[in-house]
């Protein structure tokens, strides 16, 4: 079955960066687009980034971006999310998610697999 | 950017009980809506895709209406492991992809 395992997260001072990554099986990888969601403390569901199966798109949530990157190495089956410029408001839970369809420009995208989540906290 | 808004933002319930949850969009979003269901400290279930489409492995008490601006998640026989919280979400905007602010199921 599906299994995704996102990297440790951690505690990152504001301005600083972290990189996470998502260690995927269980699917064709390279076939599905991914995501990243998070969820800060108490909070509900942010959608943060999605890249397209072949890696040809991406895009971010206004509140990301110029700040994180989302890439993907498909001979590894691993996603990753680069944040810089980190702030406050970007602790978070985030977990990796698989899309449910090959190609958002075909169907509608669902979010069908996620990871068990990785906290990231950026404090002083 | 298309706002999702789910009422109630909680309720209580007992065993047994029909549940329906409301799940508005700021515009018309045809069938793209999706309902996912989380549990303390668990990654979000998807239960629902494209308005009423029962993802695989979910139990049929749960099903899925709707399209243009107002859809419905219900649970028809409300289970001990359906307390949960429930977050509907949109995919018609697929650059910019949005969560309904949740809905929590508890105890009565």
């Known amino acids: 079955q599906v299994h995704l395992v996102e990297s440790a997260g951690g505690v990152v001072q504001p301005g600083g960066s972290l990189r996470l990554s998502c260690a995927a099986s269980g699917f064709t990888f390279n076939y599905y687009g991914m995501h990243w969601v998070r969820q800060a403390p108490g909070k509900g569901l942010e959608w943060v980034a999605f890249i397209r199966y072949d890696g040809s798109t991406k895009f971010y949530a206004v509140s990301v971006e110029g700040r994180f990157t989302i890439s993907r190495d498909d001979s590894n089956n691993t996603l990753f999310l680069q944040m810089n410029t980190l702030r406050t408001e970007d602790t978070a839970v985030y977990y990796c998610?698989?899309?449910?369809?090959?190609?958002?420009?075909?169907?509608?995208?669902?979010?069908?697999?996620w990871g068990q989540g990785t906290l990231v906290t950026v404090s002083s | 950017d298309i706002q999702m808004t789910q009422s109630p933002s909680s309720l209580s319930a007992s065993v047994g009980d029909r549940v329906t949850i409301t799940c508005r969009a700021s515009?018309?979003?045809?069938?793209?809506l999706n309902w996912y269901q989380q549990k303390p400290g668990k990654a979000p279930r998807l239960l629902i895709f494209?308005?009423?489409n029962v993802q695989n492995g979910v139990p049929s008490r749960f099903s899925g209406s709707g399209s243009g601006t107002d859809f419905t998640l219900t649970i028809s026989s409300l289970q001990p492991e359906d307390f949960a919280t429930y977050y509907c979400q949109q995919s018609f905007a697929t650059r910019a992809l949005s969560f309904g602010g949740g809905t929590k199921v508890d105890i009565k």
């Open positions: 494209a308005a009423s």
């Open positions: 515009q018309s979003i045809n069938v793209y």
């Open positions: 998610v698989k899309d449910g369809v090959h190609d958002y420009l075909w169907e509608s995208p669902y979010f069908d697999s």
